[in-house]
């Protein structure tokens, strides 16, 4: 069975293309994790490999999170590497002080926020070579630019021209027909994006509207939702899941507006149709994808 249709992406108006044949999932079995000859600079141990931290977070026994300048920065003196666990194979699901991790994050943006010239900082964090992860070992990253990304332009100009809180609005639109949210926290709403423009592209949305990740009080909540949802992902998608997290966040001093974070898994990739016309081809329909994820959260509710 083929479903075929384009889709408007409700804050930056950007259309995808949704084409979904249910016989052609994506799954990733192998293993992506090679061989690795080199000393991992993130490892604890190797903490003179790396440029001089500028911030760390003390566990029992030693850091759990540090943060070092980039050695290859976009722009010189406005790059972090964030170190997230002295795991090396540690990620979102099995990193248990999370919360500190998500602390440091708002750390590093309140950080750069105050920093002359910034106007907008970039928070990410990328897993796996096919999600653009040069070093295995856990780790996120912030950069500062001294101007406003495209995406975020678009969504303030709709933001601007209508007059309200469009996340918020589609939100509760979406809420009321279920048709794809993954789950609902006390102050947060997982659901799979409507336009997606990767297989199971995930938002994770705070009720309450809060415009910047600056101003979120609930890190222990939704350090909860972040672990559940990737544990869910990975249980479908495997175990080695190469995915992308991002966080859309306004700078503080722009209140009109409602942050979110996208999960990106990468099993699909980006060719010419993508570069020459800046949309997407989606392989799985967001309405499909909640239902294969909501089938291996009921399995674990139901074990
Ligand atoms: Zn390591």
Not at 101 to 106: H, I, K, P, V
Request: with cysteine; charged share 25%; glycine share 4%.
């Amino acid at each position: 069975m083929m479903s075929f249709f384009i889709r408007e992406d409700p804050l930056t108006g950007d259309r995808h293309v949704i084409a979904s044949v249910r016989s052609k999932r994506p799954h990733l079995v192998g293993q992506i994790q090679t061989e690795e000859p080199f000393q991992c600079p993130f490892c604890p141990g190797s903490e003179l490999l790396t440029p001089k931290e500028v911030m760390r977070v003390e566990g029992e026994s030693g850091w759990i999170v540090r943060v070092i300048p980039n050695k290859f920065p976009a722009i010189p003196h406005m790059h972090d590497v964030i170190v997230d666990s002295p795991s090396h194979r540690g990620d979102l699901d099995t990193i248990p002080h999370l919360d500190k991790l998500l602390w440091t994050y708002r750390e590093r943006m309140v950080h750069y926020y105050s920093t002359e010239g910034v106007r907008f900082v970039a928070l990410f964090r990328n897993r796996g070579r096919e999600a653009g992860a040069s070093i295995p070992h856990p780790h996120s990253q912030v950069v500062a630019l001294p101007f406003y990304p495209k995406r975020f332009l678009k969504e303030k100009e709709r933001y601007g021209r209508e007059n309200r809180d469009i996340l918020g609005n589609f939100l509760e639109r979406e809420m009321s027909i279920q048709e794809r949210v993954l789950m609902v926290s006390r102050n947060f709403c997982v659901l799979l994006a409507y336009a997606p423009v990767t297989p199971y592209e995930v938002w994770i949305v705070p009720k309450e509207r809060v415009s910047s990740f600056i101003f979120e009080r609930n890190l222990e909540e939704l350090a909860g939702v972040i672990r559940e949802t990737v544990s869910v992902l990975k249980e479908l998608l495997g175990e080695d899941l190469p995915y992308n997290l991002t966080f859309q966040s306004a700078p503080p001093w722009d209140r009109d507006y409602r942050y979110y974070i996208r999960i990106l898994p990468r099993v699909s990739v980006f060719g010419g149709f993508e570069l020459e016309t800046e949309s997407v081809i989606v392989s799985v329909a967001p309405e499909e994808a909640v239902r294969d994820l909501r089938t291996v959260m009921y399995a674990r509710n139901t074990e």
